[in-house]
């Protein structure tokens, strides 16, 4: 009998020392994601030049710098879900190597990157290199926030898409300078630049950026796509042209508000602008 209520003593005794143990909750644990995930709305969205189907992608193009850059450091925002401390603390991320044309310590690297001390959001410090590949192709990185010892990264509320992860970016560069043949030829010249105005490189820069194109989405082939009349008329048709030509000009006006009026300029010193720039 007295074995039996020693054995319920220690057990008592164990389960009071328990209530006061604290145990770690989700709260608990700092955390970090890209600064994308939490943009809820379109004028966030517009604050940062994103649409909500490249919220989670960065066009950098070397082509357009003028002189042309060996390398260019891209810094993007990550956010702290958790506490602020008085240390830096390192953001560390991958290079998704199936998921990447790009190849890490070649065309791409990833720099030492914190959340300062006393802050809420740091950046991300990515280097891409100018290699000779990028003058005829564009290279893919898509980057993933990984642990460590002063964050997770199990992320997931995002607001902006649910399709997207807080967790992973991509980042798209090339050093292509040449104007698309879309473009340049005649018929194809004729109605893209009645919609946006002459060819520059930073035009077509801002147009894929504020659009979500591509590069490739004014080239074609005329043996199997037809005349470059044809195609642009069908990969932008005029109901379309409206958006997109409104879409370019919020994007112009983002960028002018962000920079004390200064509107945006091409590699000629020429603002960039539509055919119809006060269409907003």
């Excluded at 379109?42 to 919220?55: D, G, I, M, P």
């Excluded at 798209?172 to 105005?197: Q, V």
Aim: glycine residues 6%; charged residues 25%; hydrophobic residues 40%.
């Amino acid at each position: 009998m007295k074995r039996i209520i020693l054995f319920i003593s220690v057990v008592a005794l164990a389960l009071v020392s328990c209530d006061h143990d604290v145990l770690p909750t989700y709260e608990d644990v700092d955390r970090v994601y890209f600064e994308y995930a939490s943009l809820s709305t379109t004028a966030e969205l517009n604050s940062q030049q994103l649409t909500a189907e490249n919220v989670d992608t960065r066009q950098i193009a070397f082509g357009y710098d003028n002189p042309v850059k060996a390398d260019s450091i891209v810094r993007i925002k990550v956010k702290l879900l958790g506490r602020v401390t008085s240390e830096d603390r390192q953001i560390t991320a991958e290079i998704i190597d199936g998921e990447s044309t790009a190849l890490a310590g070649e065309d791409i690297e990833i720099l030492p990157s914190v959340i300062p001390a006393g802050a809420t959001v740091g950046t991300l410090d990515i280097k891409l290199n100018n290699t000779e590949k990028i003058k005829t192709s564009t290279l893919t990185a898509r980057l993933r926030l990984t642990p460590n010892r002063y964050f997770h990264v199990d992320y997931t509320q995002v607001q902006a898409s649910s399709s997207k992860s807080g967790i992973e970016l991509s980042i798209y560069f090339d050093a292509k300078t040449e104007m698309p043949n879309l473009w340049a030829d005649s018929g194809g010249k004729a109605i893209i630049e009645r919609y946006f105005g002459p060819y520059s490189n930073k035009k077509l820069e801002v147009i894929c950026l504020a659009c979500g194109f591509t590069r490739e989405y004014f080239m074609f082939d005329p043996a199997v796509d037809g005349s470059g009349s044809s195609v642009a008329q069908k990969r932008i048709p005029t109901t379309m042209a409206m958006f997109l030509i409104v879409t370019v000009n919020n994007y112009l006006e983002n960028w002018k508000k962000s920079h004390n009026g200064e509107p945006l300029r091409d590699e000629n010193g020429q603002e960039v602008k539509t055919a119809y720039p006060t269409w907003i």
